[in-house]
């Protein structure tokens, strides 16, 4: 059966720290995985994708994730937080044409 | 391309009025899909097509749904009689083979 989950409903940080949001995967077969990004009162955006090429993705707005199989995660990252990036992101995993979403994590930024 | 388009973006309406919400689709993508997202149950597929077919309902929540894809450019989402707990924000997303999916702007669905 294929799952994800985003282990932390909300995480606050200060701008210019760290940005981590976590993901884990369940899934019996080698995945897809996304992370979208929705602002308020906007839709998904994409964000970034992993598709079994390159282990770490880079995707738009200073992000990136890295695909740890041994691990089944798929994190997402960034070194220093903008105002601009808080927002609710979600991890995706994709099977066949099945989208599983995760139930998100809302990223607040402290000036 | 302009995207996924939806309309309309914000919809009050009274429980038991039919609702209608509209979708098209990028073109050229040969799937679509709508999704529901709520605080409590956050996002959920409803319904999906390919090549203007209906694939899996198994989302739909009940008889008083129902989704059209009449053409490659256009698909509906009908809620008759519309009752409060449908309050939502209503996404389409359309792809073509390859996965990525692209989201529309939301219909903010409000039945009082």
């Known amino acids: 059966a294929q799952s994800v989950t985003q282990l932390d409903s909300h995480v606050s940080v200060s701008e210019g720290t760290p940005v981590l949001l976590r993901c884990n995967y369940s899934s019996s077969y080698s995945p897809s995985l996304f992370w979208y990004v929705q602002h308020p009162n906007k839709g998904l955006q994409l964000l970034l994708k992993?598709?079994?090429?390159?282990?770490l993705v880079k995707g738009i707005n200073g992000f990136e994730a890295e695909f740890k199989k041994s691990e089944t995660s798929f994190h997402l990252t960034k070194p220093s937080a903008h105002m601009s990036d808080a927002a609710e992101y979600f991890c995706v995993v994709v099977f066949g044409n099945q989208f599983y979403f995760g139930t998100g994590t809302s990223l607040t930024v402290i000036p | 391309d302009a995207g996924v388009i939806q309309s309309p973006r914000h919809e009050v309406t009274e429980m038991g009025q039919e609702v209608t919400l509209r979708c098209k689709p990028i073109s050229g993508h040969d799937y679509l899909f709508w999704y529901r997202q709520t605080m409590m149950r956050g996002l959920e597929l409803l319904i999906y097509f390919n090549n203007n077919v209906p694939i899996d309902d198994s989302g739909m929540p009940e008889d008083r749904f129902s989704a059209k894809m009449p053409n490659a450019s256009f698909s509906t989402l009908k809620i008759q009689p519309s009752e409060p707990r449908d309050s939502a924000v209503y996404f389409c997303a359309s792809r073509t083979t390859a996965d990525t999916q692209y989201f529309g702007p939301g219909t903010r669905l409000t039945v009082l």
């Open positions: 992993y598709t079994s090429a390159a282990t």
